[in-house]
């Protein structure tokens, strides 16, 4: 499957309207690493530095944000080795070829699927 370029003019098909119960497991799977790295760094943070003040707070929102990023392409590569095995390869690269393109993400996947 190829990438599409301008799924927004042509009207792409969405696969979470065509594999609702994949969609949500995907969520599921990039939601929960994300989140639960930011609960660890946050306690993590509130015992190093109980009460910050703007300049520590701005220091680690950008650790807070890569973090989250981060989480989320682990959890995405979790859901994608598990569901490797049990659904077929072109149902699973619809989920992360179709829609907006991410330069470094969209060219890895293109060759993951390639």
Known sequence: MKADHNSHETG???PCREH???CL???TFMFVPAVAGEIALGRWLTQFMPH????AMLCFAPAIVVLFIFGMLIGATIWL???KRFVHQN????FFLGGPR???FSNLCSKIFA
Do not use: D, K, Q
């Open 12 to 14: 792409a098909r969405l």
């Open 20 to 22: 609702p119960a994949l």
């Open 25 to 27: 497991s995907l969520f």
């Open 52 to 55: 910050p003040g703007l300049i």
């Open 81 to 83: 080795l598990l569901m």
């Open 91 to 94: 149902t699973l690269a619809t």
């Open 102 to 104: 991410v330069p470094i």
